[in-house]
């Protein structure tokens, strides 16, 4: 069954500005990850962040968790042109072989 | 190197046929997956396999057999095509618990 939603499904802002992307999930999780999927593209991996961590970092990218929410939010910093594309985040969990679970993902679209 | 190949491309076939998609990984992983991405960009498991064994089998029609010949391939054979199996099927792999590695997606179409 699904996990849960992204929020907002769609995000249209300009080059240099920041965008934030939410998820909530439902289920416990060993693990969220974020991916990025070009238009007509497979998916490729950004960020995993375990149940015990609270943020994570990579170059422009900021991940927050709050198990207790059950939520995530993806932070692109200064954001390109290139970072267009749809962003989804998955849960896993052991007890279901640590398959993902994906939302519904945001459609971001960052103008010049 | 492809680290997850998946052929083919694109699938364009009649209502009942029977088709497969192939995958293949280089990565030496253990574990395998095909998800169905929908029309709307739904992204959903179908099947996980570890070291050759079915772990994960969700609530997809049997008409969906997959197959891991070994620990690199995992194949998904679609039998009496529908119009409703028009998506985008991809292949993942990973080790236990870490990222997916996906391949490129096959589109299938049912016409």
């Known amino acids: 069954s699904q996990q849960g939603e992204e929020d907002p499904q769609a995000l249209s802002i300009q080059e240099g500005e920041n965008a934030t992307m939410n998820c909530s999930y439902k289920t416990s999780i060993n693990n969220l990850q974020w991916y990025r999927q070009n238009s007509g593209r497979g998916l490729v991996h950004l960020i995993l962040i375990r149940s015990n961590e609270r943020e994570k970092h990579s170059g422009r990218l900021r991940v927050t968790l709050d198990t207790s929410k059950k939520s995530s939010s993806l932070l692109i910093t200064a954001s390109r042109a290139a970072d267009t594309a749809s962003y989804f985040c998955?849960?896993?969990?052991?007890?279901?072989?640590?398959?993902?679970?994906f939302g519904k993902g945001t459609s971001l679209l960052v103008t010049p | 190197d492809t680290a997850v190949s998946q052929t083919p491309k694109y699938l364009v076939t009649q209502m009942g046929n029977d088709k497969s998609i192939k995958c293949e990984q280089n990565l030496g992983h253990d574990t395998m997956y095909w998800y169905k991405q929908d029309s709307k960009k739904f992204l959903k498991i179908m099947f996980s396999?570890?070291?050759?064994?079915?772990?994960i089998n969700e609530t997809v029609p049997n008409r969906f057999s997959p197959k891991s010949p070994d620990k690199a391939h995992l194949n998904l054979h679609i039998n009496s095509l529908e119009l409703g199996d028009s998506a985008v099927y991809f292949c993942a792999s990973s080790q236990e618990g870490e990222q997916k590695f996906f391949g490129p997606g096959t589109r299938l179409t049912v016409l």
């Open positions: 998955a849960t896993a969990n052991s007890n279901s072989g640590y398959a993902l679970n």
């Open positions: 396999y570890n070291n050759k064994e079915l772990i």
